[in-house]
């Protein structure tokens, strides 16, 4: 089952309490597909500068990625940099500079229309329905977003979310999407919207998942130490999405072993700066973690 994303590539900046990290490569679309890929064939679209090292497609491309949907234009790559307070709960954007992503209009190449599971990532939700309408009948779509979009194009917003069958996004998203302070409620009126499929992510106290069968609630992974939260939640996502491929099921029990696995893989992410986790991980870790996991919510 193939999965296709869309979304941001990036060279990030990074500060946590427990150190820095300078220009490694990130954005949401490569959290996403390196989580994906143990699970399934991955498919990845987005927008790179003249500066982009091969070196991090070829990174990709030995995780299974087909990175055919990567385009690189003139100019520089995404660039962010931010630095984490020390719950590692909130932190300040030093600085963004988009380069080309500015100007990312993404065009799916003809091999990727048949995509079974898709998934849209942080960026405007114009583009986002973009990338729905090149897709063939998917068998399940998903999207994030973020209060950004929320605020300033809420209009094509809710034009999107009206098309996709799941929404991941964050306790405090929710709220402000909706106006509900109670997440039940919130989630009451999102999925009003189209969605029939939430997932609220909570950071270190887990995820919740709502769906036709209720609410299913998934700790976080208890880790001794964290090193640098950038990326969980697109790995999360990549860890959800995949697992969904794998399985070929979108009944909820394949959707809460999906949030398992999705926890799973942010909590490997979270281990290391920037990707660097990934590029050791093995399936073998991934099984062994869920088992944990399984161990750690059983009564």
């Known amino acids: 089952m193939s999965v296709l994303v869309v979304g941001s590539i990036a060279f990030d900046d990074i500060e946590t309490p427990s150190g820095r990290a300078k220009g490694v490569l990130g954005g949401a679309a490569c959290y996403f597909s390196l989580a994906a890929s143990y699970f399934a064939p991955v498919r990845a679209v ?3 500068g003249s500066d982009f090292p091969d070196a991090h497609l070829e990174f990709l491309r030995a995780h299974g990625v087909d990175t055919q949907g990567i385009y690189r234009s003139e100019g520089s790559t995404f660039r962010w940099g931010g630095r984490y307070r020390e719950s590692l709960n909130e932190r300040d954007t030093l600085f963004t500079d988009l380069g080309v992503f500015d100007g990312f209009n993404p065009d799916l190449p003809e091999a990727y229309h048949d995509s079974e599971y898709v998934f849209l990532a942080n960026i405007h939700p114009s583009l986002q329905l973009r990338v729905l309408e090149q897709a063939h009948a998917p068998r399940f779509t ?7 979009w929320i605020e300033g194009a809420r209009e094509e917003l809710e034009r999107t979310l009206a098309r996709v069958d799941g929404l991941v996004i964050n306790d405090q998203e929710a709220r402000q999407l909706t106006g509900e302070r109670n997440l039940v409620r919130a989630v009451g009126a999102i999925r009003s919207l189209g969605p029939r499929i939430v997932i609220i992510k909570r950071g270190e106290h887990g995820a919740l998942l709502f769906d036709q069968e209720g609410i ?5 992974f208890p880790l001794r130490e964290i090193q640098d939260p950038t990326g969980a939640g697109d790995s999360f996502a990549g860890g959800f999405v995949g697992a969904l491929a794998r399985e070929g099921k979108l009944d909820s029990g394949a959707l809460r072993r999906a949030v398992i696995y ?3 893989l942010a909590s490997f992410c979270v281990e290391c700066f920037g990707l660097d ?3 050791e991980l093995e399936s073998q870790q991934i099984e062994e973690r869920f088992a944990h996991f399984r161990a750690l919510t059983t009564f």
């Open 262 to 264: 999705g926890s799973v």
């Open 142 to 148: 998903a999207m994030d977003t973020m209060d950004f």
């Open 46 to 48: 987005g927008v790179v």
């Open 277 to 279: 986790r990934f590029r």
């Open 216 to 220: 299913f609630s998934a700790p976080a």
